[in-house]
């Protein structure tokens, strides 16, 4: 019974950590994809830039973990500017099919940009040694890495929420989302509203794969690997909303960790299978806008 016990912390504690870090990254592709109605399949590239962007900002440019992490959200947030403006605003009135041509081609484009620049081994972020070693909590250790993404990324919710929620900003937002053309016609500047949030959304993707980078390792085919369970988190959770992913990163974080920890020899199959049954029960996810 002690040993089961302790099973379960362990799985709640690292699929909490791992889901955090699923959330992180797949915010911004629920509320894009939500707001603008594109197919957005190329949204883990900007996740795998954050992690190489921070990678070469401590290897190359001598700057510590901390600012790093920063850059890298920062960098990749505006590039993902200029990308929109100069592709992605092109393609907003096209067909799903041409949006989701397009951004599978942006991923060939990014993983042989990232196989020249670093090669095809996974990378790791060295992490600074106030990260390395072990927390005490409630009488149990648990890695002081996991400890500390679970609580900047607690912080990150609480500051979308409030962004979302509390703010002139995420009033637009929310009505963008509900209906685009009545916005539109009360005057929002949509084409700016797009622009500006899928920068954010980028720039969360970012954060999350740079941060993440010791929990989720870096290669080449980052984006094509992870991508199924960006989309299985906004599918479960529900597109548009803040509170949606977050559901469907802790039930996919947990669940996966519990079953690569329990029946390693099964993969992340049930977490499919029930993915699937909960679609099959509720199409627009758990907390989906009708």
């Known amino acids: ?11 709640g504690f690292h699929g909490l950590a791992y889901g955090m870090i699923l959330y992180a990254i797949s915010v911004g592709l629920s509320v894009t994809m939500g707001l603008m109605g594109f197919v957005n399949l190329a949204h883990g590239v900007f996740a795998m830039a954050g992690g190489y962007v921070m990678l070469a900002a ?52 990014a993983i042989a940009i ?9 990378q790791a972020a060295p992490l600074p040694d106030y990260l390395k070693g072990q927390v005490e909590i409630a009488g149990r250790s648990f890695p002081m890495y996991r400890a500390a993404v679970i609580l900047s990324s607690a912080v990150l919710v ?13 009033a637009i937002v929310r009505a963008a989302v509900d209906n685009g053309p009545m916005a539109e016609s009360i005057g929002i500047d949509t084409g700016r509203l797009f622009t500006l949030t899928f920068a954010v959304g980028s720039g969360l993707a970012a954060l999350g794969g740079a941060l993440g980078a010791d929990l989720i390792a870096m290669t080449p085919t980052y984006p094509f690997e992870q991508l199924v369970y ?11 909303t803040l509170r949606g ?8 974080g947990l669940g996966d960790t519990a079953c690569k920890y329990w029946v390693p020899q099964f993969g992340a199959f049930f977490v499919f299978a029930a993915t699937f049954a909960l679609l099959l029960w509720r199409p627009r996810g758990l907390l989906g806008r009708a």
């Not at 992913?245 to 996919?252: E, R, S, T």
Request: some cysteine; proline content about 5%.
């Open 1 to 11: 019974m002690d040993a089961f016990l302790s099973s379960l912390i362990s799985i």
């Open 58 to 109: 401590m290897s190359r440019l001598g700057l510590p973990w901390l600012p790093a992490l920063g850059f890298a959200c920062v960098a990749v947030a505006l590039g993902s500017v200029v990308l929109e403006r100069v592709l992605y605003a092109r393609l907003y009135r096209a067909g799903e099919l041409e949006q989701v041509l397009f951004t599978i081609g942006l991923i060939f484009v």
């Open 114 to 122: 990232a196989r020249l620049a670093y090669g095809p081994l996974p």
């Open 158 to 170: 609480a500051i979308l929420w409030i962004g979302l929620e509390r703010t002139r900003w995420g």
């Open 230 to 240: 960006f989309l299985v988190v906004v599918a479960v959770g529900g597109l548009g």
């Open 245 to 252: 992913p977050f559901l469907g990163a802790l039930l996919i």
